[in-house]
């Protein structure tokens, strides 16, 4: 029997076939989890539904995390379509092109906020308004890197907004744990994705993590991807409040 067989997941996220919440969906349903997608708007919902079909997810819907409205909106659709859910994926980040090429001391208040509102605030609520659903033993967890912790070349307000997404993970696992709900991050390596793409200098980071990662090579969405799926199931019943990194070891490395 698959370890997440009967398990309802919704992931917040998926952007295209490349994304790490794409390669996470991948290996939850490999181990019998049932799936929800959402999408942010129109343009993305084109790109999610033809993977939501492949995969053979239970549904799709809007969310859009800076609209108050979509967070009781969301709330109503899981109760009305499952009732209750069981693990939760948050892969959502965003922040301003200029303010990830800017110096990190330019950064706009409203670029500062927009990064903060989207990468993490949205994770506090969400867990707002879908953990009353969730079950017991369920999973909350959502993405960070390791610009949250130091410095990394023209990540600047997006490692702000990260080490404030891993802040606000330890006070929902305190919170939520009454409830035997988990809530933890994955901090994984770089990967070529959408989001990392407005980030200068990303090529040749993922160069650098093949040359002195300790595995010496970059990890894959399906790496994250199953690191996720031990969050997700009963293995992980006594893991909450971390950050497990995922990243070929890189973060180990004193000096890189």
């Not at 181990?31 to 942010?40: D, E, F, T, W």
């Not at 969310?63 to 709330?75: A, L, P, R, T, W």
């Not at 330019?106 to 506090?124: H, Q, Y």
């Not at 959408?194 to 894959?220: C, I, K, W, Y």
Request: charged share 20%; proline share 2%; net charge neutral.
């Amino acid at each position: 029997m698959s370890i997440l067989e009967g398990k309802r997941v919704l992931i917040f996220g998926v952007a295209n076939d490349r994304s790490i919440a794409w390669g996470i969906a991948k290996e939850l349903k490999k181990q019998g989890a049932q799936i929800a997608l959402s999408y942010v708007n129109d343009a993305i919902k084109k790109r999610v539904e033809p993977l939501a079909e492949e995969l053979g997810a239970e549904f799709t819907f809007e969310m859009d995390v800076c609209n108050d409205d979509h967070y009781q909106k969301v709330h109503d659709l899981v109760k009305d379509k499952w009732g209750t859910f069981d693990i939760l994926v948050h892969s959502i980040a965003f922040a301003d092109r200029k303010d990830l090429k800017d110096k990190f001391v330019n950064t706009s208040r409203e670029g500062f906020k927009l990064a903060c509102d989207v990468s993490a605030f949205s994770l506090v609520g969400l867990s707002h308004s879908l953990s009353p659903l969730i079950n017991k033993g369920g999973s909350i967890m959502s993405m960070s890197y390791y610009g949250s912790q130091k410095v990394i070349t023209n990540y600047n307000v997006m490692g702000v907004a990260k080490a404030a997404l891993e802040a606000s993970t330890r006070y929902l696992a305190n919170e939520l744990g009454e409830l035997k709900i988990k809530v933890n991050c994955i901090s994984a390596g770089p990967i070529k994705t959408l989001a990392a793409s407005g980030v200068s200098g990303f090529r040749d980071m993922l160069s650098q993590v093949e040359q002195v990662a300790p595995m010496r090579e970059n990890v894959t969405p399906s790496d994250v991807g199953g690191t996720a799926v031990y969050l997700a199931s009963d293995l992980s019943s006594g893991v909450t409040g971390q950050v497990i990194y995922v990243d070929s070891g890189l973060s180990i490395l004193g000096g890189f």
